[in-house]
């Protein structure tokens, strides 16, 4: 991570044996960047923590030793608490890992918690593994937002989808809360299937930390979130979805 600024794809730099150039690929948990220079149609590996980068008015870019975020969740969560406050309980975070184990999806859903039948928009999903080299979350925010900035972000980029979320869910807000409390600012759940030894399904949410180097979560015991070990049917007529107990 940088200690004054932040980075992405676009950003211009300024390097003393090739002049000024512009970012195409940044992966914030090693320190290594691409960059473009004048015609050039090939990029340059460049690393923070050696190869002199600058930013374009001639700050140093500098990498810090701290590994950042390797995914945006715990961010995400912190932007829901607050949206959660301000009345917005019909908003969703469903998080599973990708095939790898290394990285975690996320997407956002509002209105009805179904979690296994969840509406799509756009700039409403993205995985730890896209936001190692590109940190944002892709709805219009800058690296490194505060959560007012991804609130304000969001709001302007799909005002109508935030509305949907607007509403109560008492049950989903205190779970969510608590989770909160336990897990923030370092850690993430995870809605992934896990067996008992018995064969039966846990109802233990699985933790993770959001940073690499970080010791694995050792707080009490959480449960999954309200409705997730529930099965779900469609209705064949009204094409609307509801729980089996």
Same mark, same amino acid.
């Given at each position: 991570? =940088?200690?004054?600024?932040?980075?992405?794809?676009?950003?211009?730099?300024?390097?003393?044996?090739?002049?000024?150039?512009?970012?195409?690929?940044?992966?914030?948990?090693?320190?290594?960047?691409?960059?473009?220079?004048? &015609?050039?149609?090939?990029?340059?590996? =460049?690393?923070?923590?050696?190869?002199?980068?600058?930013?374009?008015?001639?700050? %140093?870019?500098?990498?810090?030793?701290?590994a950042p975020d390797r995914m945006p969740h715990a961010r995400l969560m912190a932007m829901m608490l607050k949206l959660h406050q301000a009345g917005y309980q019909r908003l969703y975070l469903h998080s599973w890992?990708?095939?790898?184990?290394?990285?975690?999806? /996320?997407?956002?859903?509002?209105?009805?918690?179904?979690?296994?039948?969840?509406? /799509?928009?756009?700039? /409403?999903?993205?995985?730890?593994?896209?936001?190692i080299f590109n940190p944002v979350m892709g709805w219009g925010d800058a690296p490194g937002a505060d959560t007012d900035a991804l609130i304000k972000a969001l709001s302007k980029f799909d005002p109508e989808g935030?509305?949907?979320?607007?509403?109560? &869910?008492?049950?989903?807000?205190? /779970?969510?809360?608590?989770?909160?409390?336990? =897990? =923030?600012?370092?850690?993430?759940?995870?809605?992934?299937?896990?067996?008992? %030894? &018995?064969?039966?399904?846990?109802?233990?949410? %699985?933790?993770?930390?959001?940073?690499?180097?970080?010791?694995?979560?050792?707080?009490?015991?959480?449960?999954?979130?309200?409705?997730?070990?529930?099965?779900?049917?469609? &209705? %064949?007529?009204?094409?609307?979805?509801?729980?089996?107990?």
């Amino acid at each position: 991570m =940088l200690q004054s600024k932040t980075i992405a794809p676009g950003t211009v730099v300024f390097q003393r044996h090739r002049g000024y150039g512009v970012l195409t690929s940044v992966n914030l948990l090693t320190g290594w960047v691409t960059a473009r220079f004048g &015609d050039e149609k090939q990029g340059i590996d =460049l690393n923070l923590s050696s190869d002199a980068v600058q930013y374009a008015d001639g700050e %140093p870019i500098l990498f810090r030793k701290q590994a950042p975020d390797r995914m945006p969740h715990a961010r995400l969560m912190a932007m829901m608490l607050k949206l959660h406050q301000a009345g917005y309980q019909r908003l969703y975070l469903h998080s599973w890992p990708r095939e790898s184990g290394m990285h975690w999806n /996320w997407h956002l859903f509002t209105r009805n918690r179904t979690w296994h039948q969840r509406g /799509w928009r756009k700039g /409403w999903y993205g995985s730890g593994y896209e936001y190692i080299f590109n940190p944002v979350m892709g709805w219009g925010d800058a690296p490194g937002a505060d959560t007012d900035a991804l609130i304000k972000a969001l709001s302007k980029f799909d005002p109508e989808g935030l509305a949907s979320a607007y509403g109560e &869910d008492e049950e989903h807000t205190t /779970w969510f809360q608590r989770i909160c409390t336990h =897990l =923030l600012p370092g850690y993430m759940y995870s809605l992934e299937k896990r067996r008992n %030894p &018995d064969g039966s399904q846990s109802d233990i949410l %699985p933790v993770y930390p959001v940073k690499v180097n970080v010791p694995e979560y050792d707080g009490p015991s959480l449960p999954c979130p309200p409705g997730w070990n529930k099965k779900y049917y469609t &209705d %064949p007529v009204t094409q609307h979805y509801f729980s089996i107990f």
